[in-house]
């Protein structure tokens, strides 16, 4: 079967970021925040992906929504009225976040489904950007 992999680089400003790649190249998520301050806290960033890949899912494009505990993924509705997911470590950091929004809510728990499927065993690579 092919595999994903993540992708991590150093950023301008000096602070490292990763992105989640399926076997097609397409990024199916990206690090969250503003980066990470080191590379072995970002590499820590990408394998508290592959740990949590398969957390829990709290809606909260519901109007009475039910807080879960972290880790999960936190399905919402953007600026853009598109739908997007992010995932929440056990200690509640934001771990990444879908690169873009989706048409549907359905949409957006494929892509979670999606990031489950190809981070768990994904390789980890260093690129230029």
Same mark, same amino acid.
């Given at each position: 079967?092919?595999?994903?992999?993540?992708?991590?680089?150093?950023?301008?400003?000096?602070?490292?970021?990763?992105?989640?790649?399926?076997?097609?190249?397409?990024?199916?998520?990206?690090?969250?925040? &503003?980066?990470?301050?080191? #590379?072995?806290?970002?590499?820590? /960033?990408?394998?508290?992906? @592959?740990?949590? $890949?398969?957390?829990? =899912?709290?809606?909260?494009?519901?109007?009475?929504?039910?807080?879960?505990?972290?880790?999960?993924?936190?399905?919402?509705?953007?600026?853009?009225?598109?739908?997007?997911?992010?995932?929440? &470590?056990?200690?509640?950091? #934001?771990?990444?976040?879908?690169? /873009?929004?989706?048409?549907? @809510?359905?949409? $957006?728990?494929?892509? =979670?489904?999606?990031?489950?499927?190809?981070?768990?065993?994904?390789?980890?690579?260093?690129?230029?950007?």
């Amino acid at each position: 079967m092919a595999q994903g992999y993540f992708e991590y680089y150093k950023t301008l400003k000096g602070n490292y970021n990763f992105r989640l790649k399926a076997a097609n190249k397409e990024t199916i998520a990206v690090s969250g925040g &503003a980066g990470y301050t080191s #590379l072995p806290a970002c590499k820590a /960033g990408i394998e508290s992906v @592959k740990k949590n $890949c398969n957390a829990k =899912i709290e809606d909260q494009t519901l109007k009475n929504f039910e807080t879960l505990t972290n880790p999960k993924f936190e399905i919402f509705i953007d600026k853009s009225n598109k739908f997007r997911y992010r995932l929440r &470590a056990r200690n509640g950091e #934001l771990v990444c976040t879908s690169e /873009g929004g989706y048409a549907s @809510k359905d949409g $957006c728990k494929k892509g =979670i489904a999606s990031l489950a499927k190809w981070s768990e065993n994904a390789d980890v690579i260093a690129v230029d950007k």
